[in-house]
């Protein structure tokens, strides 16, 4: 399967405890996004990368929240000290940006947070 | 920022009639509408998308139309199937420092019943 990969799919924690989360995007794909979509809602963009260059992250939800992307490959997005409220699904995209062409993104299908 | 609305919220149909979302965006450098449909726990999965050098798109029973100077952009599905039932979700790409991510509605449940 090419396209992009999440792990773990499902996570328990209790609060206050740190949880990562990885995604592998589609090989050739420079660009990728994470997002959070909580019930009934549409995925909120959260941050992305233009291959290892994390070029907008203001809209992370607080300074509990942090990604990378090291290599321009992977990239992995940790919160720390959770808290209930973080509870939601965790969709990582990816897509290819050159001069004159943009990919649509293609998500994965993501890593569902459950903090008791 | 921009901001994207969708409605309605939920919609039913018969098999075999026509269902029509609705969404308006706020920002007028927006350039890119797709439209995403999500099953339920699974990702969302494009289905098609327009760029604002369009009006109209269609691929088979699904067709987008865009409207630039009321910013506002639809997706219609002829011939519903109860296969087409799902979360429909619009965006609009984010122009800015947001190097094209997406801003969604908040989705259309649609049923299909046979």
């Known amino acids: 399967d090419t396209g992009v990969s999440q792990n773990p799919r499902h996570k328990i924690t209790k609060r206050g405890q740190n949880v990562t989360f990885r995604c592998d995007p589609i090989?050739?794909?420079?660009?990728l996004y994470w997002y959070r979509q909580t019930l009934g809602q549409g995925p909120e963009f959260l941050t992305y990368?233009?291959?290892?260059?994390?070029?907008?992250k203001s809209r992370l939800l607080s300074d509990r929240f942090s990604a990378e992307r090291p290599k321009g490959s992977f990239s992995t997005l940790e919160i720390q000290r959770t808290e209930q409220g973080d509870s939601a699904m965790y969709l990582c995209a990816s897509s290819l940006v050159r001069s004159s062409y943009n990919s649509p993104l293609h998500f994965g299908n993501g890593t569902r947070l459950t903090v008791t | 920022g921009e901001n994207v609305e969708q409605h309605p919220s939920t919609l039913s149909v018969q098999e075999g009639d026509s269902a029509v979302i609705k969404c308006t965006y706020s920002?007028?450098?927006?350039?890119?509408f797709p439209w995403y449909k999500q099953e339920l726990g699974k990702r969302p999965q494009l289905i098609i998308d327009i760029r604002s050098n369009v009006g109209e798109k269609k691929d088979q029973r699904i067709a987008v139309t865009l409207n630039k100077t009321a910013k506002h952009f639809s997706l219609h599905i002829t011939e519903t199937q109860p296969e087409d039932s799902a979360v429909y979700f619009c965006a609009a790409s984010m122009s800015g420092n947001s190097g094209y991510a997406l801003n969604f509605g908040k989705g259309t449940s649609l049923l299909v019943t046979p």
């Open positions: 920002d007028s450098a927006s350039n890119y």
């Open positions: 990368f233009q291959n290892e260059a994390q070029l907008e």
């Open positions: 090989s050739e794909h420079n660009r």
